[in-house]
């Protein structure tokens, strides 16, 4: 059993576009996160959910929009999509309260072409 | 601002070498530290969390440990084999905020 799951794995579209990426745990975990890998294999947040709540928004275009439509979901909407989206986004979540580990997604290699 | 640092960037050793891969953060007032491991063209896995109460974790050859007033953890790796080759990230939890923040990695080889 997957416990971080997102979908797809790959995405390849064109500049314009606008594109979603989903995710999904079966931890019970009460939080859940987008991060942003660079080509420099830097990992960096652009947003958390608490029960459904945004609780981080990490300075990130406006063309991106989390939706959480429960605390076990959350996709990432992109409108617009630019050639610099190009990245590895990593779904994750965690029990923030209790301090627990983070569990990470396998990640979406998106390009944008 | 927290910021967290991986010295150095990348590390090629001979099978069998007992490792230590080094973290440090410059912000002290951490809730947990985390060690992942992260394959070519894969997700992170969690190897140890670390509590900022703890001193140190244990897991099969890993050994993690913190000293949060001097803003630094170590992974020890015990008899590196080459299926350890891999880049290994360090996280933080600030107190207080519900986001990690990364390292840039360190790049392992073993080789056979």
């Known amino acids: 059993d997957t416990a971080v799951s997102q979908t797809p794995k790959y995405l390849v579209t064109q500049m314009g576009n606008d594109k979603s990426i989903k995710c999904e745990q079966n931890?019970?975990?009460?939080?859940m996160y987008w991060y942003k890998q660079d080509s420099k294999k830097f990992l960096k947040i652009m947003f958390s959910y608490n029960n459904k709540e945004l609780i981080i928004n990490e300075t990130v275009p406006n063309r991106f929009s989390p939706k959480s439509p429960d605390k076990a979901h959350l996709n990432l909407h992109i409108n617009s999509l630019e050639l610099g989206d190009s990245a590895v986004y990593f779904c994750a979540s965690s029990q923030v309260t209790g301090g627990t580990e983070a569990f990470f997604g396998q990640g979406t290699r998106l390009t944008v072409v | 601002k927290q910021e967290v640092t991986q010295i150095p960037a990348a590390l090629s050793v001979p099978e069998g070498e007992n490792l230590v891969l080094n973290c440090s953060f410059t912000d002290s007032a951490i809730y947990n530290l985390q060690w992942f491991r992260q394959d070519p063209g894969k997700g992170l896995t969690s190897l140890l969390l670390i509590q900022s109460s703890q001193r140190e974790q244990t897991s099969g050859r890993l050994n993690a440990s913190l000293d949060k007033s001097s803003g630094r953890s170590t992974l020890y790796i015990a008899a590196s084999q080459p299926g350890d080759s891999a880049t290994y990230l360090c996280a933080v939890r600030q107190g207080g905020s519900e986001k990690l923040v990364f390292g840039k990695g360190m790049k392992l080889t073993v080789n056979p």
């Open positions: 931890l019970g975990h009460d939080t």
